[in-house]
């Protein structure tokens, strides 16, 4: 979803984007599960973007990685940490196919989500199994 | 789920039921999305009624929607925001629904899942993104 | 917190202040309760305040009550409700305190509890307790 | 809390009052702990009694344990994982209580918490470690 | 999944496996819900299993219901408490299938559900209402 | 809390310490509100010590940042983001105690928990709002 340019302005001063290594394209191609998540999402944040609420897109705008005080990798596994312990599974794909996108390798990924089975629980494996099916996809040779 | 009526004789003197606009009926020829999820809804509540528990009943006749101090159309509304705020897909279903059924807007609605947004953060976009789609369809000319 | 001006520019043509009856001291005189809660949040923000972190400024800007598709009222009572599904003894005191200064009534503010508490379950008790401590002063003759 | 009679003649004779040891008042000179939140507990309640709520009481009503299916003893240990789980400090001094006046262990009461602790992560471990101080207090010799 | 025999050693002095009535493979073959849950779980933990995490291994280790202070069948019916407290389906699934296999009553798991019900509210009844579907599975004559 | 040397012979071969700039006897001495947080904390942790409960060893024996794939000063970092986002104060208290022994700047700080809050919604200002109140005196010249 492109952010509204308006309120947009000051904020992008603030704001080195981050490079990526995969497109998500090439993520999709690469993995069948990254695919279906994916297009879901595209296809509903149209639907979202469609219904143009000035809100919603001024909290996308700020919902947004960038370099800053802390790495865009360790930003991104944070929240993969956080979307964890709060069981979102939506969530946790978004964070770990950027992660991937990143360089993240698939052993930061893990302890990553250490952090939050300790921290969560097991309350939250049901999510981390999951993820781990997108992990072996994703880092497939 | 009928309510047992041995012990809503004093709450019915309470409650006036609101005015719908819409029958259920006619939100799931609607909306396919609506469909699915009432059709599925009332298989799952007719297991819960055969089952003929007690406290279940009970509860369920609290967790009613009536006039009161609060117009019902508001009342659906807050039911809504603690919904996305507490991310529970199904409840949120229900409570568009019924706001829609109750003659709230689109506009009414998407303010009422703001205000869900801005308190509950990033971690509810899932839930807006699918009540997004089930208000396209609601509202569709 | 004053929200920074750069930002708000746009966001202002879509605001309009909801109207209060009381201020925030009216309301600190009235109820011993409510002062000390608003005297510690006003000690707090100031710290934050001080901080000056862009990203805190931008959210605290977002996070703003004003007339839209729902009266400013309604949505002060979206807010408790989701405070006390929650469960943030915080945000219930703020919310209480802003929809007792837009002159919602004590059984308006009860109902809306009531919501929650079906909603959440006995764990939103200890908040409801407190909330009604509150109630009691700000409502007393 | 003493619920309202006309909506509990049905769920009378459905209800086995369980058998407590030790009166709230043995509780409260055994433990300091217990004594505070006790009396503070019973001053919020009267509050609450006080704006004699329809659907508050009715919650209240509901909210009880009684014999049943399940030995009041369990369901109330049950109530303490819940609440340990769901980290509510108010709760949780609850239902240590009333585990303790129906005559649960101490042992049994640790082995609860410990459910709670593996489901709920290290997050729940502040609500654990009050919980220990309440338990020394309570099975001290 | 096996838990790694190192660390175990000590942990196993303290364990004594609790009896089931039933195999995974009998509960499978009484209810369609279960199997599916049962293959579904198998799958991805193989998944996991192959990831061979160290924090990962000790952490289901350590959650492994065991005959200790409380009987294995009523800290089964705790974790199910917690699970729908905390509305986790997959957790849901899996401690009403142990409580079954351990012989647990229909009218036992209804009344744990009971607590987790008034202590959830209503945000918990989609958790239920399926909880009720592999319930009726389970125990259909 | 020591762990227990037997269960933790292997684990103690995968575990390296991280190095910590500050003793906390140092980041008592340096702020008041570090100095109540941590003496409650081991007045609290005794008790549990004391219990001696089996389980419990072995959790907090989990529970332990060791340097891994992630430096542990980013692994502190995300026990800070989960533990805003999931509004636990008294572990966010910890993780920014331990971040601040671990050298992380106090940009670093705010910027992790600017990802909670993005991430949590205005619900976690509260939690942020002490936070920020904690590294004021942590980070004072």
């Known amino acids: 979803m492109t952010p509204e340019p308006t309120t ?19 993520v ?9 998540f994916l297009d879901n999402r595209t296809r509903l944040n149209q639907n979202v973007h469609q219904a143009d609420n000035f809100l919603v897109k ?6 947004h990685n960038a370099e800053g005080a802390l790495p865009a990798k360790y930003k991104e596994l944070m929240g993969l940490v956080a979307s964890v312990g709060l069981r979102c599974d939506d969530c946790v794909n978004y964070h770990v196919i950027q992660a991937f996108r990143l360089g993240v390798t698939r052993a930061e990924q893990e302890e990553a989500i250490n952090v939050a089975l300790v921290v ?3 309350i939250v494996i049901p999510q981390m199994r999951r993820a781990y099916e997108l992990l072996s996809e994703l880092y497939s040779a």
Chains 1, 2, 3, 4, 5, 6 share one sequence.
């Not at 992008?12 to 995969?22: G, N």
């Not at 999709?28 to 279906?36: Q, V």
């Open 8 to 26: 947009t302005a000051l904020a992008a001063q603030h704001r080195k984007e981050p490079t990526y290594l995969f497109s998500e394209k090439q």
């Open 28 to 36: 999709a191609e690469k993995s069948e599960f990254a695919r279906r």
């Open 58 to 63: 001024r909290f996308y705008n700020l919902d």
């Open 120 to 122: 969560g629980g097991s």
